[in-house]
T-cell receptor, first 114, second 116 residues
Framework: GDSVTQMEGPVTLSEEAFLTINCTYT??????LFWYVQYPGEGLQLLLK?????DKGSNKGFEATYRKETTSFHLEKGSVQVSDSAVYFC?????????????FGTGTRLKVLA | NAGVTQTPKFRILKIGQSMTLQCTQD?????MYWYRQDPGMGLKLIYY???????DKGEVPNGYNVSRSTTEDFPLRLELAAPSQTSVYFC???????????????FGPGTRLTVL
């Protein structure tokens, strides 16, 4: 079945460091791909998305490119801030007609130190 | 739009009690979902619905029931609460694109439930 594999956390970085959180997927069809962010005590918020191969999603300085050839959707940010400390989830949409379940990774906790 | 709203925000139950977690969305989305998130863990799908009157089980449905009588509301019922149901519960909604794809899910703020 479809699946998402996300790098284990926690990831601890100093402010202004470069961030990469790896995400790879397996899917039978052509899913849309998402990154969600969860701040402490809150629900999940969409951070960015990409709907087809080679699309780049971007928001708040974060970027991720839908790579079909490597089945990856790695999240990057050039310079993290303390306010980016949160848990990040990679997810893919249902891929075939008649299925409705989204698949989530296990989440990667990011801690940014001042 | 208020988006997806959930009530209550917090609740403490005693073992064996019952309660209903409310979820409402005002975006006219067809699809709605209930997830639970245990401390430090990812999301597990409890139930989902693809429209009024249609529901189906997710990964962890035991101990829960749902109904979908309207497009807007998707309540989750806990019968005979157990300590294993201590978790944060999130409701989400989404809608298909016009070309047989799927858009992102919109999440509510969650309900923190403790069963003692």
């Amino acid at each position: 079945g479809d699946s998402v594999t996300q790098m284990e956390g926690p990831v601890t970085l100093s402010e202004e460091a470069f961030l990469t959180i790896n995400c790879t997927y397996t899917a039978t069809g052509y899913p849309s791909l998402f990154w969600y962010v969860q701040y402490p005590g809150e629900g999940l918020q969409l951070l960015l998305k990409a709907t087809k191969a080679d699309d780049k999603g971007s928001n708040k300085g974060f970027e991720a490119t839908y790579r079909k050839e490597t089945t990856s959707f790695h999240l990057e940010k050039g310079s993290v801030q303390v306010s980016d400390s949160a848990v990040y989830f990679c997810a893919l949409s249902p891929t075939t007609s008649g299925t409705y379940k989204y698949i989530f990774g296990t989440g990667t906790r990011l801690k940014v130190l001042a | 739009n208020a988006g997806v709203t959930q009530t209550p925000k917090f609740r403490i139950l005693k073992i064996g009690q019952s309660m209903t977690l409310q979820c409402t969305q005002d975006m006219n989305h067809n699809y709605m979902y209930w997830y639970r998130q245990d401390p430090g863990m990812g999301l597990k799908l409890i139930y989902y619905s693809v429209g009024a009157g249609i529901t189906d089980k997710g990964e962890v449905p035991n101990g829960y029931n749902v109904s979908r009588s309207t497009t807007e509301d998707f309540p989750l019922r806990l019968e005979l609460a157990a300590p294993s149901q201590t978790s944060v519960y999130f409701c989400a909604s989404s809608y298909p694109t016009g070309t047989s794809g799927y858009n992102e899910q919109f999440f509510g703020p969650g309900t923190r439930l403790t069963v003692l």
